[in-house]
């Protein structure tokens, strides 16, 4: 048995059984990143020792029959914008490079207080802009099911770090499709929750108006198991909410899934259309009603995503100037030490957001392009609300396509933003979204369904992916 290959809960009722220790399940884990991410390159840093110590010191717990969490020993790896006190966090980011974590933030500390273990960071698009991880400043992770293609981005080392075996589950972060996009392209799950469930405490922001940090696991279940974890109000996120999701869903046959009419035109791989219609089928066989509806606004969404993401960026990233954090280049003149500073540490995503961002805000443009972008926002929200009044969950693709090759779209940003066509209405609703496996692409490449659920109903979301994955198997 390859212990790197269990899921959470597997590994946790060895543990329990005493039938593995804690410290085999991490060897096994950090065994797998010795011979397999000189490759991949998922991992910015491993923690290698404090991984084996910690598990030597659960092992001695279990020994004196104490009752373990279920996440205790379990492997996580996490994307690199998520502070772990004492450890360096880059954000993939010349910026950061050499920038260590003061503090923990609120989901690291909530999975220390279960005992998990953290085997390292992961790669990602340089302060998640990206669809690819070909941003990282740090070299590009490859796609474990054909390292020719990229693995997605940008939480494109998580993503990868879990189909690839190099751990058994992940965190990442989400603003306009960060986690599901990386999960369907690389065959794994990947939960972005309901906006304000999950406290952004501790997470470098991108967009805080859409950012939620996420599971990427191997099962549905697992990401329930993460997401049970980290959610919850934090008096450090004032956007959190006490609003909990209900565990108990209704049975399936009362439940009616809404299949959007706008998400299958063109730019559609036909063989992502036809994967996604055969899953309607397989819920339809399970007794769940199938509707089409319609999200009228959706074809804004994509403008209106990037109107308003680079004006937050924009904001956000301000605080780099040279003199707080990380990178800092001398000059004479404190202007000079802003501009050289930016200018070096920035990548050219990074810096075509913040010109972008600054330009949408600028006093002449801003109500023509920030404002009416907050106002059509509004209107997706909406068409998310008035289609939640007839159907309990929406399924879609989770990507117009399969992994693409390296460079294949580097040199058009355009088409890089297409990748989010699906994700990003989710995060302008604030809506949940889950992205599982579908199926795999004639080439082998994985494909990934999504379901949209209402907010604070991960629950409904959890329920169908579960049967959708026993269906399958
Ligand atoms: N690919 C999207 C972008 O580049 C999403 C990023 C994200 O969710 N962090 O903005």
Known sequence: MELNN????????????????????????????????????????????????????????????????????????????????????????????????????????????????????????????????????????????????????????????????????????????????????CGVVGLKPTYGSVSRSGLIAMASSLDQIGPITRSVEDAEIVFDAIRGHDPLDSTTSERAYEKETKPLQQMRLGVPKEYFVGGL?????????????????????????????????????????????????????????????????????????????????????IILGSYVLSAGYYDAYYTKAQKVRALIRKDFESVFERVDAIISPTTPTTAFRFGEKTNDPLSMYLEDIYTVPANLAGVPALSIPAGFSKEKLPIGLQLMGRIFDEGTLFALGKAFESAKQ
């Open 269 to 353: 791989d036909p063989e992502i259309k036809q994967t996604i219609e055969a899953a309607i089928e397989i819920f339809q066989n399970q007794g769940v009603a199938i509707e089409e509806v319609s999200l009228p606004h959706t074809e804004h969404a994509l403008s209106v995503y990037y109107v308003l993401m680079p004006a937050e960026v924009s904001a956000n990233l301000a605080r780099f100037d040279g003199i707080r954090y990380g990178l800092s280049e001398p000059a004479d003149k404190l202007f000079d030490v802003y501009a050289k500073t930016r200018e070096r540490g920035f990548g050219p995503e990074a810096r075509r957001r």
């Open 6 to 185: 269990l899921t959470i809960k597997e590994a946790h009722g060895l543990l329990t059984e005493k039938q593995i220790s804690a410290k085999d399940l991490a060897e096994s884990v950090l065994g797998a990143i010795k011979s397999r991410d000189a490759d991949i390159h998922a991992y910015l840093e491993v923690f290698g020792g404090d991984a084996i110590a910690e598990a030597l010191a659960l092992d001695a717990r279990i020994a004196e029959g104490d009752h373990i969490s279920m996440l205790a020993g379990i492997p996580l790896a996490i994307k690199d914008n998520i502070l772990i006190k004492g450890k360096r966090v880059s954000a993939a980011s010349r910026m950061l490079e050499t920038y260590r974590a003061s503090y923990d933030a609120t989901v690291i500390e909530r999975l220390k207080k279960e005992g998990a273990l953290f085997v390292g960071r992961t790669n990602m698009d340089e302060f998640a802009m990206g669809s690819s991880t070909e941003n990282s400043a740090f070299g590009a992770t490859k796609n474990p099911h054909d390292t020719s293609r990229v693995p997605g981005g940008s939480s494109g080392g998580s993503a990868a770090a879990v189909a690839a075996f190099e751990c058994l589950a992940a965190l990442g972060s989400d603003t306009g499709g960060s986690i599901r996009q990386p999960a369907a392209l």
